[in-house]
């Protein structure tokens, strides 16, 4: 069985999308606990209620990314993961952190990536007039929102969108999926090649609505 550690800051729908899919049937792999860098993050609440372990590492009580880091990375080791997921966690990350965890740290982006890496993904899609927007899951590598992509779901962005009517039909997306490209990586069924990811199973890497 797989052990997954979710990092979130705050309200952690895809924490909970994905620890709804660990109760499947026959899924390989668990989540092993929830670590927050905001105590007061709602996902240690609900991660608490269904008896996964919760731990905050908060970032305002170290003096540099660096100790940041290494402290939390001294937290999520100690529940030995073999896969690591970025949730929305708020943070950039050390190289060193990155390093640590490549291969196992997958993080998901509310944009189709490489468009809009950074903040403010859904008002910077409107205002550039796209007609789709949508949600990226990839590989973390020490650029921000970069990194081979595992998966992308597509949503149309509708001529009188705001941005938050954008951004709540992109989670919905983003909820299916990031158990789907979790699912792969824990069966094995992801190769990466020439920094590109394939999925070695059937369905497709491209989600439409
Ligand atoms: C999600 O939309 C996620 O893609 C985004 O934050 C939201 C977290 O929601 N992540 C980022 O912007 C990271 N760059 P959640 O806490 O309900 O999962």
């Known amino acids: 069985m797989q052990r ?5 800051s705050g309200r952690g729908s895809n924490a909970q999308a994905i620890l709804h899919a660990c109760t499947a049937e026959g899924w390989p792999a668990r989540v092993v606990a929830v670590v927050s ?6 996902a240690l609440e609900f991660a608490a209620q269904q008896g996964i ?11 540099s990314r660096e100790a940041f880091d290494a402290a939390l990375m001294q937290v999520i080791d100690g529940f030995a993961p073999d896969l690591v997921l970025l949730a929305g966690f708020m943070r950039i990350l050390t190289d060193g952190f990155v390093q640590h965890y490549a291969g196992r740290l997958l993080n998901i982006h ?3 990536l490489p468009a809009f890496a950074g903040l403010h993904t859904h008002r910077r899609a409107i205002e550039a007039g796209c007609k789709l927007a949508g949600a990226t899951v990839h590989l973390v590598t020490p650029t921000l929102d970069h990194g081979p992509i ?3 779901a597509v949503v149309p962005v509708r001529p009188d969108d705001t941005p938050q009517a954008l951004a709540e039909r992109v989670l919905e997306a983003e909820h299916r999926l990031y158990p789907l490209a979790v699912g792969w990586w824990v069966r094995g069924e992801l190769r990466l090649d020439g920094g590109v990811v394939h999925h070695t199973g059937e369905e497709s890497q491209l989600l439409l609505p």
Do not use: C, K
């Open 53 to 63: 372990a919760t731990a905050v590492v908060d970032h305002t009580l170290h003096a």
């Open 110 to 112: 509310p944009s189709l």
């Open 37 to 42: 860098n905001r105590p007061g993050a709602a």
């Open 4 to 8: 997954i550690v979710i990092l979130v």
């Open 150 to 152: 595992v998966a992308q």
